[in-house]
């Protein structure tokens, strides 16, 4: 019964959440990109957005869902700078990955493990950079390069530096290649671009 409960929550949660999307989309133009994950120490689990329109000057909440499990958390969003809000949730989402649902746009991640250590112990390097792909935004319907993963390493990546994940491919550049939509400005790796 309480799992039932939960699911029918969640999925309530889900249809209220995209039924203030619609109705919100017409008013609130623009676009938001994931440009970094954090699990700070202080700070909790921060998702870093980029955006563009009117999302800047909006309330913004959302919930993130963690894939494989029946679990989902409160996505709590405020503006630090006219093109950068960051948004926290619930530390147990560390080290899943995540599905994060804002104001209509859908972002696939991983929430890296809490950077906290016990006294005396030594911080593992890892790495983590984007996984961008060309994907259909919205409400635009017009193409975009999109955080569509996270990928962490032990090792810094270097421009060129090639990731196969599946079927698709990927190379790592400090700004997206050169391709037919606009670029994006940070380091990750990009897929290739289509033709």
Not at 57 to 76: C, F, M, R, T
Request: aromatic residues 12%; hydrophobic residues 40%; glycine residues 8%.
């Amino acid at each position: 019964m309480r799992k039932i409960l939960s699911t029918s929550f969640v999925l309530l949660a889900l249809l209220a959440l995209l039924t203030s999307t619609v109705s919100a989309a017409p008013h609130a133009e623009g676009s938001i990109s994931l440009v970094e994950v954090r699990n700070d120490a202080e700070g909790g689990v921060i998702f870093v957005f980029n955006v563009s329109g009117d999302f800047a000057k909006a309330k913004l909440n959302g919930i993130v869902h963690v894939q494989g499990e029946d679990a989902s958390y409160g996505l709590n969003c405020s503006a630090v700078s006219e093109n950068t809000i960051h948004c926290t949730t619930s530390r147990k989402t560390a080290s899943r990955n995540v599905v994060v649902y804002l104001q209509g746009f859908i972002f696939w991640a991983f929430v890296p493990a809490s950077k906290s250590l016990p006294a005396g112990s030594a911080a593992p390097t890892q790495y983590c950079y984007g996984l961008y792909d060309i994907v259909l935004g919205f409400p635009s319907e017009s193409y975009n390069w999109q955080q569509v993963g996270t990928e962490c390493q032990d090792a810094a990546a270097s421009e060129g530096d090639e990731l196969e994940l599946g079927e698709d491919f990927y190379q790592f550049w400090n700004e997206s290649p050169d391709c037919w939509v606009d670029p994006v400005l940070n380091e990750g790796y990009f897929n290739y671009c289509p033709k």
